[in-house]
């Protein structure tokens, strides 16, 4: 059982940027794979970034070179720094996390557990 909590969002311009934190309750949160996944209204969730427990990264192709996923397992958290945001990235962001190896990591089935929620609006 993991708890995990988003900050972070807000409303920018496009261009602008946001770092978004996601942090949890589990001591043992290092052993998780981790990812940050997306929702706009009237569209289905969407996975954006994931790393996992060894360090592998993957990207969705349209944030790819703009977001950047990292964790820092010993004060508990996982970070999606957000740069060049555009409209199109409006949208309720979700940290999510699961113990095994996913074998689509962008797949929001595979994570057992999630936060709350944090909006992100770009105009």
């Known amino acids: 059982h993991v708890q995990l909590v988003e900050s972070g969002g807000g409303s920018v311009q496009a261009g602008g940027s946001l770092r978004l934190s996601c942090t949890a309750s589990?001591?043992?949160?290092?052993?998780?794979?981790l990812g940050w996944f997306r929702q706009a209204p009237g569209k289905e969730r969407e996975g954006v970034a994931y790393i996992d427990s060894e360090g592998t990264i993957k990207y969705a192709p349209v944030v790819e070179g703009r977001f950047t996923i990292s964790r820092d397992d010993a004060k508990g958290t996982l970070y999606l720094q957000m740069n060049d945001l555009k409209p199109e990235d409006t949208a309720m962001y979700y940290c999510?996390?699961?113990?095994?190896?996913?074998?689509?990591?962008?797949?929001?089935?595979?994570?057992?557990?999630w936060g709350q929620g944090t909006q992100v609006t770009v105009s």
């Open positions: 589990q001591l043992t949160y290092h052993r998780y794979c």
């Open positions: 999510a996390a699961n113990r095994l190896f996913p074998s689509r990591p962008l797949a929001e089935r595979f994570y057992n557990y």
